[in-house]
């Protein structure tokens, strides 16, 4: 049994460029590799979280799935970290909070020039939709974030160095430079 630290990672509501650019660490990832064990991630396809040391959230909480998974990852995790700016502020899921939840589905699945069955997708093995999209904060207790649309490579790296090491993250200059 190995006594490296253990990390998941989880996508909620988001885009997933935050763990593309945790995949652009390129050989990076052999270091973390040596230094962590990643349990669970949508890159392993794992999608229970299992306790672990580090837990790095992406993505807002959209609906009662993604909320669902952020409330175990908490449960899980000795430290939860908001993983770009989805999970850290809501971003670009939570542009649909300016209109209705109502309106965002007619627009979306009924009125948009490319749909072509028109119809509003319904059914119980659909998580329901939150009327407000929110940053995790907003549910639950956030140990460290990490802002970025997505973060770089080197921040994500910096961060998960200084976790490691004990210490929570605090980017700063170049490391929260957006291109």
């Known amino acids: 049994m190995s006594d490296k630290p253990k990390i998941a990672t989880v996508w909620l509501g988001g885009c997933s460029g ?3 650019s945790l995949l652009d660490l390129d050989e990076g990832l052999l270091d973390l590799a040596k230094a962590a064990t990643i349990t669970a991630s949508p890159i392993t396809d794992i999608k229970e979280p299992p306790e672990v040391d ?3 959230v992406e993505g807002a909480v959209c609906n009662t799935d993604n909320l669902e998974v952020l409330r175990k990852c908490r449960e899980r995790a000795k430290i939860l970290v908001a993983f770009g700016d989805c999970a850290c502020f809501g971003n670009i899921p939570a542009m649909r909070n300016f209109i ?3 309106e965002t589905l007619q627009r979306g699945y009924v009125d948009t020039e ?3 069955s028109g119809e509003v997708p319904r059914g119980e093995e659909l998580p ?3 009327e407000k999209v929110q940053p995790i904060s907003y549910y639950v ?8 649309c997505p973060p770089s490579a080197e921040a994500i790296l910096f961060a998960v160095k200084e976790l490691l090491s004990g210490r929570l993250p605090k980017p700063e200059g ?3 430079r957006y291109d």
């Open 174 to 176: 170049e490391l929260l």
């Open 114 to 116: 490319s749909t072509a």
């Open 100 to 102: 209705s939840l109502e």
């Open 128 to 130: 329901a939709l939150l």
């Open 141 to 148: 207790k956030v140990d460290a974030s990490l802002p970025g």
């Open 54 to 56: 580090v837990c790095l």
């Open 18 to 20: 935050c763990h593309m």
